[in-house]
Nanobody, 116 residues
Framework: QVQLRESGGGLVQAGGSLRLSCTTS????????MGWYRQAPGEDREFLAS???????VYAESVLGRFTISRDDAKNTVYLHMNDLKLEDTGVYYC??????????WGQGTQVTVSS
């Protein structure tokens, strides 16, 4: 059974930092492209960052320079380090796993709320 479980969300003041974690099971983690997405209230889910197996990272323009994705293949875990958080970063953050040629998987999401 595949599970992606996010943690680390919460309430933070603007300008603050959070680190999200996504622990996985049931997938060959090292072969998956891991990513983070966000869904703000009333908005579509949007891409934030991804890191494919073997390294290299891609970021959305809105988080470039503020967010950093990293992965620990030994722990089957991907992280999203978020700095200089803004009000517009509020939303539910989802972890995503994509194995080439296979179906993808989503976590259940973790809420991040940025207050002024």
């Amino acid at each position: 059974q595949v599970q992606l479980r996010e943690s680390g969300g919460g309430l933070v003041q603007a300008g603050g930092s959070l680190r999200l974690s996504c622990t996985t099971s049931g997938i060959i983690f090292a072969m998956n492209t891991m990513g983070w997405y966000r869904q703000a209230p009333g908005e579509d889910r949007e891409f934030l960052a991804s890191e494919p197996a073997g390294g290299g990272t891609v970021y959305a323009e809105s988080v470039l320079g503020r967010f950093t994705i990293s992965r620990d293949d030994a722990k089957n875990t991907v992280y999203l380090h978020m700095n200089d958080l803004k009000l517009e970063d509020t939303g539910v953050y989802y972890c995503h796993a994509q194995h080439p040629g296979r179906r993808d998987y989503w976590g259940q999401g973790t809420q991040v709320t940025v207050s002024s």
